[in-house]
């Protein structure tokens, strides 16, 4: 398994990551898939709904957003692939609650946040009987990919 993200979007999701420290920040990843290798058409940027106070740890992308993403995929000829968030003062590495909470088949792709910079970025996926994650290559590629908006 594979992720082909942009260098714009690499940088896209690393500002998104730095602006919102100290708090997590998350995206829905739009494009394509095909034997196992998936293709980021599109970021789009999610305002972090979970209780202010809990946001430094947690995110929330809400059932609205979900059905926006979505919408947004079908009308593009895409579909939704993953998300992104950020660990801020944290490694880059899907944590139990992350685990918890995710679906099989998705890439998630988490960046690591330490004193306001964005460092590693790695992504993973969630095994079919969800208990564990597996880490996928991230490869950054120049072609033409859009951000939809900013949160």
Same mark, same amino acid.
Not at 23 to 30: D, F, K, R, S, T
Not at 77 to 86: A, D, I, P, R, T
Not at 115 to 132: C, I, K
């Given at each position: 398994?594979?992720?082909?993200?942009?260098?714009?979007?690499?940088?896209?999701?690393?500002?998104?990551?730095?602006?919102?420290?100290?708090?997590?920040?998350?995206?829905?990843?739009?494009?394509?898939?095909?034997?196992?290798?998936?293709?980021?058409?599109?970021?789009?940027?999610?305002?972090?709904?979970?209780?202010?106070?809990?946001?430094?740890?947690?995110?929330?992308?809400?059932?609205? @957003?979900?059905?926006? +993403?979505?919408?947004?995929? *079908?009308?593009?000829? !895409? /579909?939704?692939?993953?998300?992104?968030? $950020?660990? =801020?003062?944290?490694?880059?590495?899907?944590?139990?609650?992350?685990?918890?909470?995710?679906?099989?088949?998705?890439?998630?792709?988490?960046?690591?946040?330490?004193?306001?910079?964005?460092?590693?970025?790695?992504?993973?996926?969630?095994? @079919?009987?969800?208990? +564990?994650?597996?880490?996928? *290559?991230?490869?950054? !590629? /120049?072609?033409?990919?859009?951000?939809? $908006?900013? =949160?």
């Amino acid at each position: 398994m594979s992720v082909e993200i942009t260098p714009e979007q690499d940088q896209a999701i690393r500002q998104h990551s730095e602006t919102g420290f100290p708090n997590e920040i998350c995206g829905v990843l739009l494009g394509r898939e095909q034997d196992g290798h998936k293709t980021v058409a599109e970021l789009l940027p999610i305002v972090n709904q979970f209780e202010s106070d809990e946001q430094y740890h947690r995110f929330l992308i809400t059932p609205t @957003d979900m059905l926006r +993403a979505e919408r947004l995929a *079908r009308s593009q000829g !895409v /579909s939704v692939v993953g998300f992104y968030h $950020s660990h =801020p003062e944290a490694e880059a590495i899907a944590s139990a609650y992350d685990r918890d909470h995710a679906w099989p088949w998705y890439s998630y792709i988490i960046v690591s946040v330490k004193a306001r910079a964005a460092h590693e970025l790695r992504s993973w996926t969630l095994r @079919d009987d969800r208990s +564990a994650f597996d880490e996928e *290559r991230v490869t950054v !590629v /120049s072609r033409q990919s859009s951000v939809v $908006s900013e =949160p």
